[in-house]
């Protein structure tokens, strides 16, 4: 029934073509056209259209939860997360641990997402629900790479939740750490994480086997340890692992080399003991994200990690 509906959009579209003399304005009315047979078959309720520039984006939005950070502008560098899916239902991408975006607000794409946040969203902690016209998305080719199937011509339903990391001198808050604290607490519920115990600086940790060894490990040590890193979607993103638990089996670091996150957590631990770490991204690679070379798993801006590690040996 999608497909029959779809058609016959297309349709009207080349009807439109034939009597309209600028092109322009027939894909703005394929657009709409599309917006509000979408709106209309999945009976969406509140939505608005946007009138910011002379009514001319063809956007449809519907606000969330009205943000109260700071009012950005194009210079401005920007967190958020998002998900969205094709009108046609061919593609959706709704892993909002994957979705991490970071960058400044004019280097944006796709520009629906730039105009959106800059003239609708306006201020950070801003969560709005989008429909995107075609031609502000992926246009008329679409978008084809690895996975991501986009059919050219193709509407976007977007939602878009803008994150707001800076300090707060009034609340004297941490907004970011605030956000990951929600996060880890979602993703301990949800994987039945239990015995944690939370450190003032927002790291969780639990200790799955006690150490035999004696020396504590500080900040001079050197450590030989082998590990797993999550993201919170179960995906390993690194590991350094072997069945064969000896020193001759094991990758060294320094702690100063460490992430905070993982440096603050191995001080719980001695030689021969096993801990989990759940860490908040304000402890782990912040906005920079990371791309492991062996793995070839990316971490999103401002992700929160967990990782499994056990001591191998310690050095002072």
């Given at each position: 029934m999608k497909r029959i509906f779809y058609t016959l959009v297309l349709l009207i579209a080349v009807g439109l073509v034939s009597c309209k003399k600028s092109n322009e304005v027939s894909i703005l009315q394929f657009d709409d056209s599309q917006i509000q047979g979408y709106i209309q078959q999945n009976n969406i309720k509140g939505m608005v259209r946007d009138t910011s520039g002379g009514d001319t984006t063809?956007?449809?939005?519907?606000?969330?939860?009205?943000?109260?950070g700071p009012v950005v502008d194009y210079p401005d560098e920007v967190s958020y997360v998002y998900t969205y899916q094709t009108f046609d239902g061919e593609y959706s991408t709704t892993d909002t641990i994957a979705n991490h975006a970071y960058n400044f607000l004019g280097h944006v794409t796709p520009p629906a997402i730039q105009l959106s946040i800059k003239n609708i969203m306006k201020r950070k902690g801003t969560k709005v629900r989008l429909l995107?016209?075609?031609?502000?998305?992926?246009?008329?080719?679409g978008y084809f790479a690895g996975a991501i199937h986009i059919n050219g011509n193709e509407c976007l339903d977007y939602t878009i939740n803008l994150l707001d990391g800076d300090y707060d001198a009034v609340a004297k808050i941490n907004h970011q750490a605030v956000y990951d604290q929600i996060s880890i607490q979602k993703y301990m519920a949800a994987n039945s994480l239990t015995g944690y115990t939370q450190t003032p600086s927002g790291l969780?940790?639990?200790?799955t086997q006690a150490g035999t060894g004696t020396a504590a490990i500080g900040m001079n040590s050197t450590v030989g340890l082998q590990y797993t890193g999550y993201l919170f979607n179960g995906v390993a993103f690194d590991t350094e692992t072997n069945t064969d638990l000896t020193v001759s089996a094991t990758t060294f670091y320094?702690?100063?080399?460490?992430?905070?996150?993982?440096?603050?957590?191995?001080s719980h631990i001695?030689?021969?003991?096993?801990?989990?770490?759940?860490?908040?991204?304000?402890?782990?690679?912040?906005?920079?994200?990371?791309?492991?070379?062996?793995?070839?798993?990316?971490?999103?801006?401002f992700s929160s990690l967990r990782f499994d590690v056990y001591i191998v040996s310690v050095t002072n």
């Open positions: 063809g956007i449809y939005y519907q606000i969330l939860n009205a943000g109260t995107i016209p075609s031609r502000l998305a992926f246009g008329r080719d969780w940790y639990k200790i320094t702690l100063y080399s460490l992430i905070p996150g993982f440096s603050e957590g191995l001695t030689q021969g003991g096993s801990i989990s770490l759940i860490m908040p991204s304000t402890l782990a690679y912040q906005n920079g994200g990371s791309t492991n070379s062996i793995t070839g798993v990316t971490v999103p801006s």
